[in-house]
């Protein structure tokens, strides 16, 4: 959507990412940090923030804190 009035790219470390996976499902953490790491790096050809994009880190940040941000 080029033509958003906003524009936002959430990101996380694969940790981050593979921890929360694992809450949701019976996998293996480390496992799941592996193929993310793999799928982003096939991912970052064609997947990057919008030049005007506000970039925000959800790593660190509750749901609620995503939200306000």
């Known amino acids: 959507f080029p033509h958003a009035q906003a524009k936002f790219y959430l990101t996380a470390s694969p ?3 593979a921890v ?5 499902r019976p996998e293996d ?3 799941i940090e592996a193929a993310l790491v ?3 790096a096939r991912d970052r050809v064609q997947s990057a923030p919008a030049p005007d ?3 925000i880190d959800t790593g ?3 749901l ?3 939200i306000a941000e």
Do not use: H, T
């Open 15 to 17: 940790r981050v990412r």
């Open 20 to 24: 929360r996976r694992a809450a949701e």
């Open 29 to 31: 953490v480390d496992a």
């Open 38 to 40: 793999e799928r982003d």
């Open 53 to 55: 994009a506000r970039v």
């Open 60 to 62: 660190p940040l509750s």
């Open 64 to 66: 609620e804190e995503v």
